[in-house]
């Protein structure tokens, strides 16, 4: 968050407001801190910096304090539940039909936006709800008694005057789910007719901006809009628009940015509309650093929808980017470089007394024997691609430009809860990957036993040596820390 305490407890230095959960905290800050009486806490430049950016949000000046307030208290109440309605929208893209299906939620924005007026408050405060909204027609779980929600949406953008493309979405999907011939009230006449007028009055502006909008459709999950731009179609869908050139490029960054988003829905209507032979050149090509759609992926722990998707077009699953390391290797990255955010929010929790609904125990991994432990919550995306990866056949043995194999690289980087993970396959060439994997030295002449030795990483040492004994390998014992050939902290980066 741009505002907020510290991981540590203290302060942070203030700066852009930028998701709703820091619009949410920004306007109890500024509503609360008159109300404990501190006057030298009104006289800071967090205060005045925060009060500046609300100010704006909310098109009133803070000096006048009364409606001030009473605007600020609204936005308190919007920016809090846009926070809940950007977790949902990211929920579903995901593949996860989470916040977007919650009651209370929907009957509280649909309840709340009616009787609010917009009227000053900027895009960034509506994209949530119109993207929820939107969302919620794309999936079919709408009524049209909530179409007051659309019809205020839209009645705020005419006001405000700037071009916001969540709105249009919202628009696409609505008047399409109309035009479709579902059967509603009679309110879908007006509803269509509203729909209708604001894209007319917009239809320049797509057709000048469209172009350049791939990548922001497929970012923000606009199924509408995307629907529209890979078919060449006006809003209405009643004429073709001009694209420009460059088709191939902007398409092949628009696969990617599905993949990196883990957005298996936008990805499958990207394939649906391009073809299956187009998207495999697309997604075995390497960007500038050599990584395949499959390395994003893995990079960042997209939902298993994706890989799906992935392997259906023919992704080849030991490519390796210019450092030499394979999908695997982006299972095992840097401990430190992916902060433990589960642990943090429980304890956040625990700290403040929230309420809440959210399961706080810590995730779980079974061994073959079905034998249940904790494990760190960090690992459980990582150990699900590994699974995966491995039962498509890819090589852990392959060494990087370092010589470190994935396995050499877990023991090193502290994933002690992945590797277990390498040895349960037993079909096809998987015995003799693994052994192989357990003999490979690292060119500095360390296996991953010794590695784990090294690091500490006790647990993972454990794995291995139980791993090496079943083969009847021979397994030294541990010699004491100083005589191991180097310290952790001397370990080759």
């Not at 009364?66 to 995901?94: D, I, M, P, T």
């Not at 401990?335 to 007394?353: A, C, D, G, R, W």
Request: proline residues 4%; contains cysteine; charged residues 20%.
């Amino acid at each position: 968050m741009a505002f907020g305490d510290g991981s540590a407890g203290g302060p942070r230095a203030s700066g852009p407001l930028q998701t709703m959960s820091d619009y949410a905290a920004a306007a109890y800050y500024v509503l609360s801190a008159p109300r404990r009486g501190d006057q030298s806490q009104l006289e800071e430049a967090r205060f005045r910096n925060i009060s500046r950016q609300l100010s704006s949000a909310t098109s009133l000046p803070s000096h006048m304090v009364q409606q001030f307030s009473a605007k600020l208290e609204a936005l308190l109440e919007l920016a809090a539940l846009g926070a809940l309605c950007e977790a949902g929208n990211v929920q579903y893209l995901r593949g996860i039909k989470g916040r977007t299906y919650n009651d209370s939620l929907i009957k509280r924005g649909d309840t709340v936006l009616p009787s609010t007026s917009l009227k000053g408050f900027g895009s960034r405060l509506i994209e949530p709800f119109s993207s929820m909204l939107s969302l919620s027609i794309y999936s079919t779980n709408w009524s049209s008694f909530r179409d007051n929600a659309i019809i205020t949406l839209l009645d705020a953008a005419s006001i405000g005057g700037d071009d916001n493309w969540s709105l249009f979405n919202l628009a696409v999907e609505r008047y399409r789910r109309g035009r479709g011939g579902a059967q509603e009230n009679g309110h879908n006449s007006e509803i269509l007719s509203a729909c209708k007028t604001f894209l007319d009055g917009h239809e320049g502006a797509w057709a000048t901006e469209a172009a350049e909008l791939l990548e922001t459709c497929v970012r923000n999950g606009w199924f509408g809009l995307l629907s529209r731009w890979l078919r060449s179609e006006s809003l209405t869908g009643g004429s073709k628009i001009s694209l420009g050139n460059d088709f191939a490029n902007k398409e092949e960054r628009a696969i990617r940015q599905a993949v990196q988003s883990g957005f298996p829905y936008i990805m499958k209507i990207i394939v649906e509309a391009l073809g299956m032979e187009r998207c495999k050149n697309f997604v075995n090509r390497a960007n500038s650093q050599g990584q395949t759609a499959l390395h994003l992926a893995c990079k960042h722990r997209a939902p298993k929808e994706v890989f799906r998707l992935l392997y259906i077009l023919g992704t080849y699953v030991n490519s390796q980017c210019h450092l030499g390391r394979t999908l695997i290797h982006y299972c095992v990255p840097d401990l430190k470089s992916v902060p433990p955010v589960f642990e943090e929010v429980v304890k956040m929790i625990s700290h403040h007394y929230l309420p809440t609904i959210t399961f706080l125990e810590a995730p779980e991994a079974w061994d073959k024997f079905c034998n249940a432990r904790f494990i760190d919550s960090r690992a459980y995306d990582f150990r699900v691609l590994i699974y995966q990866l491995l039962a498509y056949n890819a090589d852990m043995t392959i060494p990087d430009q370092e010589g470190m194999t994935p396995i050499h690289r877990a023991a090193k980087e502290g994933w002690a809860d992945t590797i277990d993970v390498f040895f349960r396959h037993e079909h096809g060439d998987s015995e003799r990957l693994q052994r192989a994997s357990l003999r490979i030295r690292y060119h500095a002449g360390h296996t991953a036993l010794d590695y784990t030795r090294i690091s500490g990483n006790i647990a993972g040492e454990e794995v291995l040596a139980s791993e090496m004994r079943k083969r009847a390998m021979g397994v030294l014992p541990r010699p004491p820390q100083h005589l191991l050939p180097m310290g952790p902290q001397d370990l080759p980066m």
